[in-house]
């Protein structure tokens, strides 16, 4: 479950030379002005605006920026005009740029490296496969001759790609021990077409 929602946090204070319209006290409104921020899992994400608020330190009546009188909105303005945005309401937006450039970087390796193994097999590189129906399963070289690589298959499958750890962890008794021959054009085409999915080579 997504927790989110929103929080403000002060930016700035100020006391108005103004008189409070509920007592007629001189002097005596504080303003304060917040930034409202989005959050997930209560980790700030983006800010969504800013708010205020006054306190007559005399009848200690409240009104928000809705229940502002006209002079007053003339000091939310200029008050909140002159207050920044704290760079931390963004944390959240910036994680997640990171992240997202972090992913495009590592599949970009992923691909490229994928893309030299395929091309020069060896003897024990693992291939981790996409099968019909969102199943996968793994592939292993046995032998190399030629243009011919030999492949022995996992006789287990698992409907989730993190699945394939524990096949891994199986071990080499968990292949079926008839090599398949197969050409090396036809892998470069299963990756290209996204049926081998990553290539491990110890």
């Known amino acids: ?3 989110f929602g929103s929080k403000a946090t002060q930016v700035a204070t100020k006391n108005i030379n103004d008189e409070c319209s509920n007592c007629g006290t001189q002097n005596s409104i504080q303003m304060t002005v917040f930034q409202k921020y989005a959050h997930v899992f209560w980790i700030p994400f983006f800010p969504i605006g800013k ?3 006054t306190q007559c330190s005399h009848c200690k009546q409240v009104l928000e ?3 502002f009188p006209g ?3 003339s000091h939310y303005e ?3 005009l002159n207050s920044k945005t704290p760079v931390w309401t963004f944390s959240g937006i910036a994680a997640f740029i990171v992240l997202a450039i972090w992913g495009v970087v590592s599949t970009s390796q992923k691909n490229e490296k994928n893309a030299n193994l395929i091309l020069t097999p060896q003897k024990g590189d693992i291939y981790e496969v996409k099968m019909d129906f969102d199943q996968y399963t793994l592939f292993k070289v046995e032998n190399v001759a ?3 690589v030999f492949i022995i298959v996992n006789e287990y499958e698992t409907n989730k790609v ?4 524990d096949l891994k962890n199986k071990g080499d008794e968990a292949f079926i021990q008839e090599p398949l021959p197969m050409l090396k054009t036809a892998l470069k085409s299963m990756l290209e077409k996204g049926e081998i999915i990553n290539i491990d080579r110890k």
């Open 1 to 3: 479950m997504i927790i």
């Open 51 to 53: 708010t205020g608020v």
């Open 65 to 67: 920026k809705k229940e």
């Open 71 to 73: 002079n007053l909105k």
């Open 78 to 80: 200029a008050l909140k």
């Open 146 to 148: 030629g243009d011919t």
């Open 162 to 165: 993190t699945g394939l750890v």
